[in-house]
Every structure is written in structure tokens, then in C-alpha cells.
DNA sequence: CCTGGAGGTTAACCATCGTTCACAGGAGTG
DNA sequence: CACTCCTGTGAACGATGGTTAACCTCCAGG
């Protein structure tokens, strides 16, 4: 029923054409994750989706909670330094790196709905060793948003750019449940002029 | 260590004062969900956060399953009846409607986080049957948003004003995400200015 | 009284699922 | 050929947790 060909994260492998066994079971598992939550997920689930029985995972992860930290660990890093590579790429008018910054998250939005989804969701079934790094992680993307605001906005205080860069992060983590109602470039022009006006309504 | 009395959510119980059991198991059930999400939460977990034991909750629902499904569909219920209430409420003009479900939205997410953060969450724990329930009725207030959005706008198709009805929703729900930034009423009004931004930003 | 239902309790049952174990095949490598 | 990782399999183990069973108490109403 899921196509699992052309709708594939691209954000995961680093070797996008032969995949190693462990970034195909990563790859699977998130899209796993995405449908029914990592806590519904049997490791049974993960391995038959690459073709291959459950104990077959430990061969390449300690466990479930390693599988699962490893992939959170790995979306909040590349965010941040996606983010971070933007914005320094934007020169420095501020309103010329908050576009950048916009342009980054929808285009990882669309292109990786399922780390989107599970990126939020699965937060909770994480060891708190994890889940602290994980946070810790955001916390950092999230400041290089609010830095962006501030300077955008000398005015604002930095509760309140925190608060409106997740409404930018909410309103452009959407896109899993509008999927399929646009293509990929009319939504990418949608949401970004949308995100554009809500960071710039004062 | 979290605050149950004044943090409760004001949308499960009709009887605020003096709720029955049943609401409070609710109740809880909604705050605990919220938390840690319905998988991870134990029925003893629900019992013994309104003082009783795990199996004691089977006085009052079939399941747990029962318990979640009961818990979205009256948040379902709710929007959807509340959105055409405040629609109807607020004349024929579309940018006054438009204002009066952001209003409605903001109000509704600002008062009960817990409720928006185990509806979009915890969906697919749910039966079948229970899952189409709530995907229906979140459809039509999603369509009572679409209508008004089209009306603003008569040239926008109807799958670009699904698309940025999710985006409005994605931005207001984000408050979860940030809460404790500021103050309620602050929040408030961040959040529907930056909502009524991008819902017109065409 | 005493009867019956509502609401609780503890103990037990049982399915699910993560994890481990003992073993097997294959590909290099000496 | 032998030796050895590497990767996989099927079976078994153990914990967790939803659910049921048996029993108990309280209290309203005849």
C-alpha cells in the first residue's frame, strides 16, 4: 500500500544508491515510525521490511531505543547545521537569512516528511540520555532562529521569537498532514510565502 | 512534579466543579497521554493519578483503547462544533469568520495543550473504526475552515485552502512547543496576528 | 434488615514483544 | 582446506501490561 519507492526521506543515507543494510533498516524504520509510532513498530516490522527477520537487526543496532535515538540524534543534527550553514551562506541582512532559514525548513519538511513526523512524536519514547542530547540539539536550531528574529526585530524580546519561530516550525512541519492535496512545488511556494508573512507579522 | 490543579484542560468535562469518576479518569488519561503518549502510559498509570488502581478503570470504560477513543472524538467533536459555531456567529463577511475561527482555535489550543498534543499524536493508536470517526470529523472542520478561506479568496482551489488550513493549524498547535514563553494572553495575540498573516498571505 | 448495584481491590492470566542463544551459510584469507 | 568474521535464522526467555476473576464494602430503597 506504501509506496516505499520514489517517497523515500532523503535526509538518512549518506550513499543514496547502494544503501548499506544498516541505513536500510534506518531508513525503513523511520518510515515505520512515521505511520504507526515507534511504540507500535515491532521490531519484526522494521526487519521485514528490509527483507530479513527481527533478531537480524542486532546484528547492526544494540536495540529498538538505539535505532530510534540514532535517527532522532541525526535529523536534530542535520537541521541545526543545515540551519546554521544557511543562515552564514545569507550574508547579513537579517530578512535576506530568515528567508534562507524558511527556504531550509520547508525544503526539509517536503523532502523528509516522515523524520518530520517522527521527530516530534517519538521524542517521549527516547532514554532520557537521549532525549536530553536530542533537546539540547533543537534548543540550538531553535536559537539560531531566534537570533535571526531578534536582529530582525530589536524590539522583541527572545520569549517571544521562541514562541514565533515554533509557529513557523508548526506551520511548516504541516506538510505530512496535507500531503498529497498539492505537488511538491506549489506547496514549497504556499507555505513559504505563508511562513514569510506570519515571522514578519508584528 | 507536574501541576495538575490549575493546568487542567477545560474541554473534557461538562461538570467543572465536581467532576464523576469518569471525567476525571478522562482528565488524567489526557494529561498523561500528553505527556509521555498513550502506549507508553500504563492503565495503573491512570488509576493511580486519580487514586485508584489500574483495573478500577474498568468500571468506567471497556479499555483503554475505549478511553482514547472516547478522548478524541469529543476534542473532534468540539472543534467541529465549535468552529460552525463561531462561523455562524460571526455574519456573512469571510474575514470576519476567518478572524472568528482563529480566535476559536487560538482559545481552544491555549486552553487545552494536552488535548491538541494527543489528537494529532495518538490517532493512529486508535481501532479502525474509531480512526475513521475522528478522520471524518476532522475533515469537516477542516472543510468549514476551506469554505471560508475560499470564500476570501474565490480564485484559490479548494486543495490550496486544505493545504493552508493545516498550515494555520500547524502554527496555532504549536503551542505545546512553547509553552511557558510567555503569558497566556500574550501568547494569544502572537499567535492569532501571525495566524491571520499567513492565512491571508496569498 | 437485607438486597442489589456501583465502584474498588488483589491476584492471576495471557499475549505481545524486545532481547538473547545456539547454530548455519558464505566470503575472504592463510 | 581450514579458520574466521559477518550476517542471518528459528526457538526460547522474560518483562511488561491489558484484561478478567473473585471477592469486598458501602449505601440507597423497599
Redesign the interface.
Known amino acids: 500500500m506504501t509506496t516505499t519507492g520514489p517517497a523515500r526521506d532523503t535526509a538518512l543515507h549518506a550513499d543514496a544508491d547502494r544503501p548499506s543494510r544498516r541505513e536500510q533498516i534506518l531508513q525503513a524504520a523511520a518510515q515505520l515510525f512515521a505511520?504507526?509510532?515507534s511504540?507500535?513498530v515491532g521490531v519484526d516490522d522494521v526487519g521485514a521490511a528490509v527483507g530479513v527477520t527481527g533478531p537480524a537487526i542486532y546484528r547492526h543496532f544494540a536495540g529498538k531505543d538505539a535505532m530510534l535515538a540514532e535517527m532522532l540524534l541525526r535529523i536534530s543534527e542535520r537541521l541545526l547545521a543545515g540551519g546554521r550553514e544557511r543562515v552564514a551562506a545569507a550574508g547579513a541582512d537579517p530578512a535576506a537569512q530568515l528567508r534562507a532559514l524558511i527556504a531550509f525548513q520547508v525544503e526539509f519538511a517536503l523532502g523528509n516528511p516522515a523524520l518530520i513526523t517522527v521527530h516530534?512524536?517519538?521524542l517521549?519514547?527516547l532514554a532520557e540520555a537521549d532525549a536530553a542530547q536530542v533537546r539540547r540539539l533543537q534548543r540550538r536550531y531553535v536559537e539560531v532562529w531566534v537570533a535571526v528574529l531578534a536582529r530582525l526585530h530589536p524590539a522583541a524580546d527572545a520569549?517571544?521569537c521562541?514562541?514565533?519561530a515554533?509557529?513557523?516550525?508548526?506551520?511548516?512541519?504541516?506538510t505530512p498532514?496535507?500531503a498529497g492535496?498539492?505537488d511538491r512545488a506549489?506547496?514549497a511556494t504556499?507555505?513559504t510565502?505563508?511562513?514569510?508573512?506570519?515571522?514578519?507579522?508584528?
Chains 1, 2 share one sequence.
Open positions: 505511520e504507526r509510532g511504540r507500535a516530534d512524536r517519538d517521549g519514547s520569549a517571544a521562541r514562541v514565533r515554533h509557529a513557523v516550525f508548526g506551520l511548516i512541519n504541516s498532514h496535507s492535496q498539492l506549489a506547496t504556499l507555505l510565502g505563508m511562513a514569510e508573512a506570519a515571522a514578519r507579522a508584528w
